[in-house]
Structure formats: structure tokens, C-alpha cells
């Protein structure tokens, strides 16, 4: 195996890729763990940090703060999402985690997006701008 099939497109780790949901929703999904994300986790876990360790976090905050900075860092967007009337929804940080909060599965389906390598090796990247040449 080339070493080089470990390489990333590191503009998309940040920038995100997009995610087909089906019937013309799609999600921008950022990959977990970058550096916008690791920065904001610790600026929101810097409260509960003591010289022993993390204290005070109930499984609740953490849930919350989680979901926070994904909503902030990994989901950048999204298209063709509506409310249960079907009326288009926009993106926004509020609703992001709102949503990520109240359906668990939509959670799971941008955490599993975000931590797939496929969607952010650099060979893709390099193979799409050849595809566009010819």
C-alpha cells in the first residue's frame, strides 16, 4: 500500500464535502476531529478543566457541548432540508443543534460522514480536477 493513500485534502477537512441525503437534501459535513473543531471543544471544555483532570461535566453538558461544536465546525450546512410542514429550512447554528440534538440518527449520519477518510482523501481531489481537464 503507497504511504500516499493516506493523504488528505485539507481544504476539505475544513471546508467540508457534501453529502447526498436523498430526495434533493444534502448536508456539508466537515471532517471530525480538524482543527476548528479540536480549537472550539477546548475553548468550551476550558471551564471544567482542573489540575486533576475534567470535574464538574455531567453527561448532559457534555452532550451538549458536543453537539454544540459539531453544529459550529463539522455541519457547515445544508440543502433541501425541511420542517415536518415541508417548508424549506436555511442553515443555521441554532437549528443545527437543534436538530442534532432532537434526531439522533441525522447526529449519527453526520458523525459517520465526518469521520469517513473516503470523503476526505486528497487522490479524489487530484482524480476530479483530471476528470474536469478532459
Do not use: Q
Not at 458536543?66 to 447554528?93: C, R
Amino acid at each position: 500500500m503507497k504511504i500516499s493513500s493516506f493523504a488528505v485534502n485539507e481544504e476539505a477537512e475544513i471546508r467540508g464535502v457534501h453529502k447526498s441525503l436523498g430526495d434533493g437534501a444534502s448536508i456539508l459535513v466537515a471532517r471530525a476531529y480538524n482543527d476548528n473543531y479540536n480549537k472550539r471543544f477546548r475553548e468550551e471544555m476550558e471551564p471544567y478543566r482542573s489540575a486533576t483532570g475534567i470535574t464538574g461535566l455531567s453527561d448532559e453538558a457534555a452532550d451538549e457541548i458536543f453537539i454544540k461544536v459539531m453544529a459550529e465546525t463539522i455541519l457547515l450546512g445544508w440543502e433541501g432540508l425541511t420542517d415536518d410542514d415541508g417548508n424549506l429550512v436555511e442553515y443555521s447554528v441554532e437549528t443545527a443543534v437543534e436538530w442534532l440534538t432532537k434526531y439522533k440518527e441525522f447526529r449519527k449520519i453526520v458523525s459517520a460522514t465526518s469521520s469517513d477518510i473516503d470523503n476526505f482523501r486528497a487522490k479524489e481531489e487530484v482524480e476530479v480536477k483530471e476528470n474536469l481537464k478532459k
